[in-house]
């Protein structure tokens, strides 16, 4: 399968400064990348989804001016949180789309808290 | 709309029982997929097992399978000989041109 390295695995950061994550995708090229935002006991909610050399489209009610997504290779895909504040902390995973459909590989994920 | 229902929130099973998680899921697509994630307390999202829907054969992997009714869209896993590595959240994802995800289902395994 797919192998997907997300980093960091967890981070704290102050409340107004900016967190980039990173995910690169190791064996495989990722023409799109979904990036997911899951609180505690809750699901997955899709935040955006990435496109190599492209705009990334974002799910509605998720700000793009706070959460910018930069695809500029097809191994690379980074989720930025500007000004972060402490409802952002959450834990944010990302996932390759392989072949015509969404696959199954999913990075580590990152737990991000903003204090 | 695509969605995807786990209607039990929580479940218990003994250690070496049988236990069978719920998910029914709406779609319009005819070729689609079905997945089971564990995902433990690392959070890591593992996959479970998989099923092509074109495929009318259950899919099986070790202790774990599933009843996949598509006419019903319905898609309950089942484990069998639970063990204490076994608990952790369970969601069931559809999957077209993304993924949607059941709001999941806690597993406890009773010693």
């Known amino acids: 399968g797919a192998v997907v390295s997300q980093h960091p695995s967890w981070v704290i950061c102050k409340s107004g400064t900016s967190v980039k994550i990173e995910c690169r995708s190791l064996?495989?090229?990722?023409?799109?990348m979904f990036w997911y935002r899951q609180f505690p006991k809750q699901s997955l909610m899709l935040m955006a989804t990435s496109n190599e050399g492209s705009k990334a489209t974002y799910e509605q009610g998720v700000e793009k001016d706070k959460f910018l997504i930069n695809h500029a290779s097809l191994t690379l895909s980074t989720l930025t949180v500007t000004s972060a504040h402490p409802e952002d902390s959450s834990f944010y995973i990302c996932s390759p789309k392989v072949g015509k459909r969404a696959e199954a590989f999913f990075g580590q994920g990152t737990r991000l808290t903003v204090v | 709309a695509q969605t995807v229902t786990q209607s039990q929130p929580e479940m218990s099973v003994q250690e070496a029982e049988t236990v069978t998680l719920s998910c029914t899921y709406d779609?319009?697509?005819?070729?689609?997929?079905l997945f089971w994630y564990k995902q433990p307390p690392s959070r890591q999202m593992i996959l479970v097992i998989r099923?092509?829907?074109?495929?009318?054969q259950n899919a099986t992997e070790n202790r774990f399978s599933v009843n996949f009714q598509k006419a019903a869209k319905s898609f309950s896993l089942k484990i069998s000989d639970s063990q204490l590595g076994d608990a952790a959240m369970y969601f069931c994802?559809?999957?077209?041109?993304?993924?949607?995800f059941g709001t999941g289902t806690s597993l406890t395994v009773i010693p």
């Open positions: 099923q092509e829907a074109y495929k009318q």
């Open positions: 779609t319009s697509e005819s070729d689609y997929y």
């Open positions: 064996d495989f090229q990722a023409t799109t």
């Open positions: 994802a559809y999957t077209g041109n993304q993924f949607y």
